[in-house]
C-alpha cells in the first residue's frame, strides 16, 4: 500500500477525528489498526448503519468493556454521518459482488464516505419519551434508552495499560513448589556421568517471588491526587502478578513525632541538608498506617512490618510537602527515620510534578531516596530502583 | 500483502441457518450445540473469520463463552480442537511437546537393538499445532483457547509470532515445520480465546485479536427462546423462570446468576415437574445462587412479597 495508507490522507475527516479523539482517551489506535478498519469496511462489515459502524469499531478496538465504553462514547460524541441502510446485509449475492470490487480496487484510494450511503430519510433517532408522573416518583423520569453519548468514564494521566506494562517488570522469578519441571540438562549430566538412565530429574518451577509495599499517603495535600492515586493501586494490584501486594495508608508520615534533637547539631542552621547528622538518624517505626483510605483502621507500623517477609520492596506514594511548598525538616528527619525502618529497596512516587520540587522537603527527600513522578517514566524508574539499578541518588540513605 | 492480513469472506457464518441435531464431521459424530447468537455475535464472529485474527470473548462466568467455539464449529462443520490453559501451561506446548527424556531412555535401550533414532517420533503436537498443521495439509478447523488468563504473563507474548504467521518450526528438528499456506487464507484457523479477566492481557497480543463481550441477555423474548433451545418446554414454567430471574438479576448479589446456573435450575425443575407458580417462591435455590449471603437476600427480597 503507498498513497492511500495514511489515515488522514486516503480517510475521510471523521476517521481522523475519531482517532485522534481515541488516542487522546488513551487508546494507542494506529495504523495498521485503521487499515483493519478499512479492509473490515470493504469486506462489507459495519456498512449498513451507523450501529454497525459502531460494533464494528467496538470488536476490532476494543479489549475490554470500559474500553468498549470509551469508544461508544467517542463515536456518540464525533461528527459522523448517520446512516442506516434499509438493504440487509445477508444478502449474501450482493455481498459477495461487493466484496469482489472492493478487493480489486484495493489500491486505490478506497473512498470511505461512499460505502456508508448518505441518509436519504431524517435519520431514525431514538426520540427521547417523556412519562407523565404520576404522584411522587423517586427517579428521575428515564428515557429508557441508554445513551453512550452521556456515558462518563474516569480518564487518568496514566492508562490501565501503561500502568500494567511498568508493573509487570517487577519480577522475581524463583524456584519453588512442587517439582513438576523436567531438568533436561541435569538428567543427561547424570546419565552421561553414570551411564544408566535411572529417570528424569525434576526441578521445580519458576514462580515469580516479588513482594511489594505500597505506602500511600492520604493527608490533606494529597486530596487533590487521591483518585489518581487509587487508580494506579487498582491497576498495579490488577496487572502485576506478583507474589503478594500491601497496601497500607497514612498521614504525612506515620507518627507525627520526630527526633529533632539532631537538628541542633547541624553546623549551619539556615541549611536544610541533612548530609552531616544522616548516619545518626535511627530507624524509627513508632507511629501507626491504616488498612483503608479513610484511615479508621489502624495498625502499628511496628506490627506491620514485624509481618513482612524478607524481600519486600516498598513504594511510598506521597507530595513529601511540595503540594504546599513547604520545607519542614523535622518531616524531612521523620521520614528518614521510617524509610531506614523500613530496611528494603524503596522507590518514592510524586504525584505532583518535579519543577514544584524545588525549596520543599520533597526536594530533600529525593537527594536520600530515589523519587520520581507520577508519569510512564517516572513509573519506570520507580520500578527499576525496585530492581535494584536505581538513578543516582546524591546521599542514598 | 500476508495471507494473515488478507480479508477472506469465503466462509460465512450463519446463525439463521438450520442445522441438524447431530452432524459428522471428519469421522466423529459431533452432537448439535444448542447456542442462540446475538446479531452482533454472528457480525463479531464473522468478522473474525474474515480477517483471520483470533475472536477475544469476553463476559460474566457462565454466559456461553467457551461453548460459542463448539457452536461455530458444529455450525461450519468443521473439527474442533480444544487448548484449555492452565497456570502451568507455556506457550510451546500449544505447539508442540518434545519428550526429551525418553528420547535419552530410548537410546540407553538402542544398544542392543538396531532402531533408527528419529527425533519426531518424540514430538507430539499441541491443539495449535495441529490446527496448523491440518492447514498445511489443506483442512481447516476451529481452535479454542481456553481461559488464556489463567497462564502465565509469557503464555500470550509467547505465541505472538506463531499467531500472526500462522507457522512454527520444531526446534530439536531441523527443518521441521508447519504453516498455513500463505496463498490460502481460506485455510486459516478460526481462533476462539477466552477470557475471565482474572489478570490483564498483554497489549501486543490483544491488538491482534477482534474482541467480544458476551452480555446477560436481558430481553425476556431472548432468555425464552434459550430455555426452549434447552428443552424447557413448558411455556408456563418458562415464564415463570423468566420472571424470576428477572427481579434476581436487580437485586445485587454478590455472585450474580449467570446463564448456565439458570439452565441447570430451570432444567431441574422441569425435570421434577415443578407447577409455575411454585417457581416464584425460589425453590432449589442452591443451583442458582453459590453463597450463602445471597442465598439469605434472595429470600428476604422475594419471600416478602
Known amino acids: 500500500m503507498t498513497g492511500p495508507a495514511a489515515p488522514g490522507a486516503g480517510a475521510p475527516e471523521f476517521v481522523r477525528q475519531l482517532v485522534v479523539r481515541l488516542r487522546r482517551r488513551g487508546l494507542p489506535i494506529g495504523l495498521d489498526d485503521c487499515l483493519t478498519l478499512r479492509s473490515a469496511l470493504a469486506a462489507g462489515f459495519g456498512i449498513a ?63 470511505l464516505p461512499e460505502s456508508p450511503p448518505p441518509a436519504d430519510k431524517p435519520p431514525p433517532r431514538d426520540i427521547p419519551t417523556v412519562h407523565r408522573m404520576t404522584g411522587m416518583s423517586l427517579m428521575p423520569p428515564s428515557t429508557g434508552q441508554f445513551d453512550s453519548g452521556l456515558t462518563v468514564a474516569p480518564q487518568y494521566p496514566l492508562t490501565a495499560r501503561e500502568i500494567a506494562q511498568t508493573w509487570r517488570r517487577l519480577r522475581r522469578p524463583v524456584r519453588y513448589g512442587a517439582a513438576t519441571e523436567v531438568d533436561v540438562d541435569a538428567t543427561i549430566d547424570r546419565y552421561s556421568r553414570t551411564g544408566v538412565f535411572s529417570g528424569p530429574i525434576l526441578i521445580p518451577p519458576r514462580r515469580n517471588t516479588a513482594r511489594l509495599m505500597l505506602l500511600v499517603d492520604r493527608s490533606g495535600s494529597m486530596t487533590p491526587y487521591g483518585n489518581f492515586v487509587q487508580h494506579l493501586i487498582r491497576e498495579i494490584h490488577h496487572a502485576g502478578r506478583l507474589e503478594s501486594i500491601a497496601t497500607w495508608y497514612f498521614r504525612n508520615l506515620p507518627s507525627t513525632r520526630a527526633d529533632t534533637a539532631l537538628l541542633r547539631e547541624l553546623p549551619d542552621p539556615f541549611r536544610p541538608e541533612l548530609d552531616p547528622i544522616l548516619a545518626r538518624i535511627a530507624p524509627s517505626s513508632a507511629g501507626r498506617l491504616y488498612a483503608d483510605p479513610e484511615l479508621t483502621e489502624p495498625r502499628t507500623f511496628a506490627s506491620v512490618l514485624a509481618e513482612t517477609a524478607p524481600g519486600t520492596v516498598a513504594v511510598i506514594v506521597s507530595d513529601g510537602g511540595a503540594a504546599r511548598g513547604t520545607l519542614q525538616t523535622a518531616r524531612l528527619v521523620g521520614t528518614i527515620a521510617m524509610i531506614k525502618a523500613l ?28 523519587m520520581s513522578e507520577l508519569t510512564a517514566e517516572g513509573l519506570h524508574r520507580a520500578v527499576d530502583a525496585l530492581r535494584g539499578r536505581p538513578r543516582r541518588t546524591e546521599r542514598p540513605v | 500483502m500476508q495471507t494473515r492480513h488478507r480479508v477472506d469472506t469465503s466462509l460465512w457464518f450463519n446463525p439463521e441457518e438450520t442445522l441438524p441435531p447431530s452432524r459428522t464431521i471428519e469421522d466423529v459424530t459431533v452432537e ?14 464473522n468478522l473474525a473469520i474474515s480477517l483471520g485474527r483470533p475472536l477475544l470473548v469476553q463476559g460474566d462466568p457462565g454466559v456461553g463463552k467457551t461453548r460459542l467455539a463448539h457452536a461455530i464449529a458444529y455450525a461450519l462443520g468443521l473439527p474442533l480442537e480444544q487448548a484449555h490453559i492452565k497456570s502451568t501451561s507455556k506457550g510451546r506446548d500449544l505447539l508442540y511437546q518434545y519428550d526429551a527424556v525418553r528420547r535419552l531412555h530410548d537410546a540407553q535401550l538402542r544398544r542392543w537393538g538396531t532402531k533408527g533414532d528419529d527425533a519426531r517420533a518424540y514430538i507430539r503436537l499441541g491443539p495449535l499445532g495441529r490446527v496448523i498443521a491440518r492447514a498445511h495439509e489443506g483442512h481447516r478447523s476451529v481452535l479454542l483457547i481456553d481461559e488464556i488468563d489463567k497462564a502465565d504473563l509469557d503464555f500470550p507474548n509467547d505465541l505472538l509470532r506463531e499467531l500472526d504467521e500462522l507457522a512454527f518450526t520444531v526446534d530439536e528438528v531441523p527443518g521441521w515445520g508447519y504453516a498455513v499456506p500463505r496463498d490460502r487464507p481460506d485455510l486459516r484457523p478460526i481462533i476462539v480465546v477466552t ?25 425476556p423474548a431472548d ?38 446456573e439458570l439452565l441447570d435450575w430451570a432444567g431441574f425443575l422441569q425435570a421434577v415437574r415443578t407447577p409455575a407458580e411454585e417457581v416464584a417462591g425460589l425453590p432449589y435455590p442452591d443451583a442458582l445462587l453459590k453463597q450463602r449471603a445471597d442465598q439469605v437476600r434472595a429470600a428476604e427480597r422475594l419471600g416478602r412479597r
Open chain 2, 32 to 45: 448439535q450445540e444448542p447456542y442462540r447468537f446475538t446479531p452482533q455475535l454472528a457480525s463479531a464472529v
Open chain 1, 343 to 370: 530496611r528494603c529497596p524503596v522507590a518514592w512516587i510524586n504525584p505532583v510534578p518535579a519543577a514544584r520540587w524545588p525549596g520543599t522537603t520533597a526536594e530533600q527527600i529525593a537527594r536520600h531516596v530515589p
Open chain 2, 223 to 260: 432468555l425464552d427462546a434459550i430455555l426452549t433451545m434447552h428443552e424447557v418446554t413448558r411455556p408456563d414454567l418458562r415464564e415463570a423462570v423468566i420472571d424470576v430471574i428477572g427481579r434476581l438479576r436487580q437485586i445485587d448479589f454478590a455472585r450474580r446468576p449467570g446463564l448456565s
Open chain 1, 49 to 111: 448503519s451507523a450501529r454497525d459502524f459502531e460494533a464494528l469499531c467496538v470488536s476490532l478496538w476494543a479489549k475490554s468493556v470500559s474500553e468498549q465504553e470509551t469508544i461508544r462514547a467517542v463515536l456518540a460524541g464525533a461528527d459522523i454521518p448517520r446512516w442506516d441502510d434499509a438493504v440487509p446485509v445477508e444478502d449474501s449475492g450482493t455481498t459477495v459482488e461487493q466484496i469482489n470490487i472492493d478487493k480489486s480496487e484495493m489500491s486505490d484510494p478506497v473512498s
Open chain 2, 195 to 219: 477470557n475471565n479477566e482474572e489478570k490483564a492481557l498483554p497489549g501486543a497480543f490483544l491488538r491482534r485479536c477482534v474482541f467480544h463481550y458476551i452480555e446477560f441477555p436481558d430481553d
